[in-house]
């Protein structure tokens, strides 16, 4: 299936994008592997005629929303992020209403909808730097409450008004079963995704998005590490450091959505180019605008 894909991807021009958190198998295909931005500014940059987006749906409508001709396929259309949807209707709107000067900052795991409201989004690797130069005082942080919590700790001269979406993955890691860890391995440090629940973040040595946290291990002196994300990192750690070891909270936090990108998915898609990502023309032009303002601002 490999050496049909790879055969594939060549004479159709395509190029396949895939997340940390894919199967080893998907990211053994990839021409690019990575966190969510550095896969949406590949996207945007991208000459490929075909974007084959192994993620989930969020990832496959921002490589979209970033290249409205380009034709972007996912390997499984029904790989979603729960996340996404967590944004009541109505409630930027009222948001818009209540507070003057209010920056509505949409973290990338988002529907395409929620991105056409917004005024800049942002990932877990830029988020800082991007809500920090923002000119407004008043910033409403959708969906995830755990990311929006983090960033306003760093910067306390704004008020955040949070929404209280949650990725289930992350928010269902516990303090104690992170602790067992440490307990297990005492001088291991512990590198945290911000979306994990701020007690976790609390007792964590290092905050960082999946790229960020796979740079820390691997330009560390340090021979082992307790990872507090999913656990498709771990293929890119053990790559890029064969001697070193990496633990993880018991059970390993598996993002189910993430691991239909399977080679077989990948091989289908590739032949038939049936599973395309497609976004209202209506939405589309709102929604791309926050990301590249994203983009712009991140550079
Ligand atoms: P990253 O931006 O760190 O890759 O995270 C994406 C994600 O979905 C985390 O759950
Ligand atoms: Fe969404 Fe969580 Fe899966 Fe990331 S790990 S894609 S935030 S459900």
């Known amino acids: 299936m490999k050496d049909t894909i790879l055969k594939l991807k060549k004479e159709k021009n395509a190029v396949i994008l895939t997340h940390y958190y894919a199967p080893a198998e998907a990211q053994e295909v990839a021409d690019y592997v990575g966190d969510s931005f550095y896969l949406a500014k590949i996207a945007k940059s991208s000459t490929a005629d075909i974007i084959v987006f192994c993620g989930v749906s969020f990832m496959g409508q921002s490589a979209k929303l970033l290249n409205p001709d380009k034709?972007?396929?996912?390997p499984d259309l029904t790989a979603d992020c729960p996340m996404a949807h967590m944004v009541a209707p109505g409630l930027i709107r009222e948001m818009r209403q209540k507070y003057e000067?209010?920056?509505v900052v949409c973290y990338v795991n988002s529907t395409a909808d929620l991105k056409a409201e917004s005024d800049v989004c942002v990932t877990s690797s830029n988020?800082?730097?991007?809500?920090?130069a923002l000119p407004n005082k008043n910033?409403?942080?959708?969906?995830d409450r755990n990311l929006g919590r983090y960033v306003a700790s760093q910067i306390p001269e704004k008020n955040f008004i949070i929404n209280d979406g949650y990725c289930p993955i992350h928010a269902s890691i516990t303090k104690e079963q992170l602790l067992l860890q440490k307990q297990l391995h005492p001088n291991a440090p512990i590198l945290t995704h911000p979306e994990c629940e701020p007690e976790l973040l609390a007792v964590s040595d290092f905050i960082g998005s999946t790229s960020e946290i796979?740079?820390?291990a691997t330009s560390s002196p340090?021979?082992?590490?307790?990872i507090c994300t999913e656990e498709g990192v771990d293929h890119r750690l053990i790559a890029d450091n064969p001697t070193k070891r990496f633990y993880y909270p018991v059970p390993h936090p598996c993002c189910m959505d993430m691991k239909l990108n399977t080679l077989s998915n990948i091989l289908s898609v590739l032949e038939k180019e049936d599973k395309e990502v497609l976004i209202d023309d209506a939405v589309s032009v709102n929604a791309g605008r926050p990301l590249n303002t994203m983009l712009?601002?991140?550079r």
Do not use: Q, T
């Not at 988020?127 to 920090?132: G, P």
């Not at 910033?139 to 969906?143: A, G, T, V, Y």
């Open 139 to 143: 910033i409403f942080f959708i969906p």
């Open 101 to 103: 000067d209010l920056a």
């Open 296 to 298: 712009e601002l991140g």
């Open 222 to 226: 340090l021979n082992e590490f307790i």
């Open 214 to 216: 796979i740079s820390y």
């Open 71 to 74: 034709k972007v396929l996912m």
């Open 127 to 132: 988020a800082i730097k991007i809500v920090r």
